[in-house]
């Protein structure tokens, strides 16, 4: 069966995506400067499409790097472990950072990104996400460019996934509660 047919609705459609990314790119074009020269940080997996439709939009000089964090236990029973499966190739020591990433839910994974590289003496660090689930939040983070805020479902697509599938859906769906419920 298509994996199309495990959505139970599109919640964010590719023309909606496309606009909202690009008015983000419009407010960072707006503040950072050739000079800036920041560095964005993409937190693998998930915002690796985000990144890639981003980038595109900016007009000022910028670097990019990767770093992988894995959560654990999310869900009821989270326990806002977290741990880097990949880290930066760059020295980020007195750069203008932007760390990109899908979603922020718990608000965990970010809390620790931004202690981690408090750690690092950036000059500067700002956050971009595309969707937040202020509803799931557990700890207050900061946050300073969002796509859009979505319900408490199950989403998928767009870089997001389920198991690791459903990463390449070109929208951001629900994911039938059948599907997840069979694993
Ligand atoms: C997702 C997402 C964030 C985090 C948000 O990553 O990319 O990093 O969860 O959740 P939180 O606010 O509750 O901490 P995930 O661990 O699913 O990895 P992935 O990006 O590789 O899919």
Same mark, same amino acid.
């Given at each position: 069966m298509s994996l199309f047919n495990d959505v139970e609705k599109v919640l964010i459609s590719e023309t909606e995506l496309k606009e909202r990314i690009a008015a983000l790119a419009a407010e960072m074009n707006a503040i950072?400067? /050739? /000079? /800036?020269l920041p560095v964005l940080i993409c937190i693998l997996k998930g915002a690796f499409m985000f990144l890639a439709d981003l980038t595109r939009h900016l007009t000022f000089r910028h670097e990019l790097d990767f770093m992988e964090i894995s959560s654990y236990? *999310?869900?009821?029973?989270?326990?806002g472990a977290v741990r880097i499966l990949l880290d930066l190739a760059?020295?980020?020591?007195g750069r203008n950072v932007v760390i990109v990433e899908d979603i922020v839910d718990t608000g965990n994974t970010l809390t620790y990104i931004l202690r981690n590289f408090a750690a690092r003496n950036p000059a500067s660090v700002r956050v971009a996400t595309?969707?937040?689930?202020?509803?799931? *939040?557990q700890i207050e983070v900061p946050v300073d460019f969002i796509g859009f805020e979505v319900p408490d479902e199950f989403v998928i697509g767009y870089g997001l996934d389920f198991a690791e599938q459903? *990463?390449?859906?070109?929208f951001i769906g629900v994911l039938k509660p059948e599907v997840y419920q069979r694993s």
């Open positions: 950072y400067t /050739d /000079d /800036d236990g *999310r869900g009821t029973t989270s326990t760059k020295d980020v020591q595309l969707l937040s689930k202020p509803s799931r *939040r459903y *990463r390449n859906l070109p």
